[in-house]
Structure formats: structure tokens, C-alpha cells
């Protein structure tokens, strides 16, 4: 019975029920070995033509997957949970660093550059979306994003 509930769950999450996201330029920050967090970044754009509420991630890799945003109070960094996430029409988000970003915490192995990373974002609706994420020492060199980067003194 509960063979026959989670071939059913894998058929329905393997078709047609996938979240219109468009995920670019995932990749995950590097972190020294005793770390038992890292982030990862990414572009997501919503090009569906209804709102997509992202309400969680998970995955084989991490005990526990959270959306984070960076804030700085009186200097001071901090995080915080974003249980849910709405993302309209067209609309385009960037997980960077000193922003948002997803955190991925207590690794079942050490990851280093080069290493993939595998989670899935849930939507409230119970679509998913696979994300797959290059484990990278320093930030991607692409268009747009380096340039917008802080400089840092
Ligand atoms: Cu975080």
C-alpha cells in the first residue's frame, strides 16, 4: 500500500505538474569543511501566467533546505526565514549574496568545488522544482551579476 502511494506520488511529481520556473545560474558557495551550512544562489523568473508561491525546499543531501534573506541591522547580519515566498507573472527573483539565498543545512558529506548539489523547490499548489547547483569556490563570472556586486574594501 504505501509502495503503490509513493509510485504514485513519483508519477505525479515526474509529469506534467512541473512549476513554471525558469531557474538560471545556480551555483553554491563554497564552505570550509567543519561548515555545517552552506547557501546557494540562483535567478528564478515565474514564466507562467499565474502566481507561483514557493512554501519550502528540500533535499537527499541536507537535513534541512530553508529560503534566507540577508539584512543588515545597525551592522549587525542577520537572517531571516522566508516560510513562503509569492512570485507573479514574469516576475524575476535573484538569490545573491547579501540578499537572499537558500540555505542548506547539515551536508551528509563535505561538499568542494565541483561537487552538484540537488534540491527541490515545493510549491504551495504541491508542484516541485528540481534545482541542480555547481558547488563553486568563488561567485560565477556572468553578465549583470558581477557588475552589481558591492565592492568590497
Ligand atoms: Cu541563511
Redesign the pocket.
Known sequence: MARMLLLVILMLSGLNVQAHLIIKDAWVREAPPRSR?L?MFLQVTNHGDQPEVINGASSEQFSKV?L?E?SFDKGMMR?KHIPELTMKPDQVLDFKPGGM?I?LMNPVKIFKAGDQVDIKLHMKNGKKKAVRALVLSSPPVSAGSATQEHHQH
Open positions: 551550512t547557501a530553508e534566507h540577508t537572517m539565498h540555505m
